[in-house]
């Protein structure tokens, strides 16, 4: 979690719990005294300093699955593609997946790095209007393990949030690895303090898939973080020569469509598999610029408009509201 320090004992309780400093795992830890004094139950401050920070940004977008292997960073790579399409927009993208970090590949920045100016971190530019950060920029290769503990990783997402150089943003898209884990708490706890317009759920027709997608939507509701929706990836096949389509992965027990209906969330589309949209991702390039008439593509242009109404509705209702 993101309030166990990195040189913590096993079974920390965390600085902010009720235990910190007096439970029998305490015993021996450099931070003891301090979390028992109760210092260690005020706010983070760099809570505050990233609402400020991000205060600039009009739209947070969490892109999240309680699975791997689904689609998470394809979707928000394609859906950073399609927000950056319109010149007029500012887009970034941030991957907090820590240890899997496929975004620097996906969006054809693979041996680029990060630069640090008087005011921070400066994020890779895919276009003048698309922005990226990842850890993937700052190992010395694509093939490093990064094998760390949670807070580190915590510490990590702190520093990304609080010190790169994001400018004025119309949409910052966060994309995370799956489950519901320390990245996930840490990076709702430290946009605690900034609006966040909601979370995207990414899943596969199978009930594999749904099982863990159904904790992850849990979570976004124990935390209070907004769904947007859900999108089902890889829903049947497309042949591109009979157009007849095939369930590669059948869904057994109804797909997105009918957990969506069980659980009262918005279904915002079904994406058909298309063997372009991986080729595209290995070749980091938008795949909805390369076939944007393939039926993938317009299933991801809904998405996205769907996507875009809906921050736009949720602005207005703030304004109202204020």
Partial sequence: MADIPENAPEHCPGTASEQAGKSASCQGCPNQNLCASGATKAPDPAIAEIGEKLSSVKHKILVLSGKGGVGKSTFSAHLAHALASDSTKEVALLDVDICGPSIPRIMGLEGEQVHQSGSGWSPVYVDDNLAVMSIGFLLSSPDDAVIWRGPKKNGMIKQFLKDVDWGELDYLIVD??????????????????????????????????????????????????????????????????????????????????KMCRDLNLPLLGKVPLDPRIAQSCDEGKSFLNQVPDSPAAKVYQNVVQSIQDYCLNRATEVQSAT
């Fill in 176 to 257: 995370t690895p799956p489950g519901t884990s320390d990245e996930h708490l840490s990076i709702v706890q430290y946009l605690s303090s900034t609006p966040v317009d909601g979370a995207v759920i990414i899943t596969t027709p199978q009930e594999v898939s749904l099982q863990d997608v159904r904790k992850e939507i849990r979570f976004c509701q124990k935390v209070k973080l907004p769904i947007i929706g859900v999108v089902e990836n890889m829903s049947g096949f497309v042949c591109p020569k009979c157009k007849n389509t095939s369930q590669i992965f059948p869904p057994s027990s109804g797909g997105a469509e």
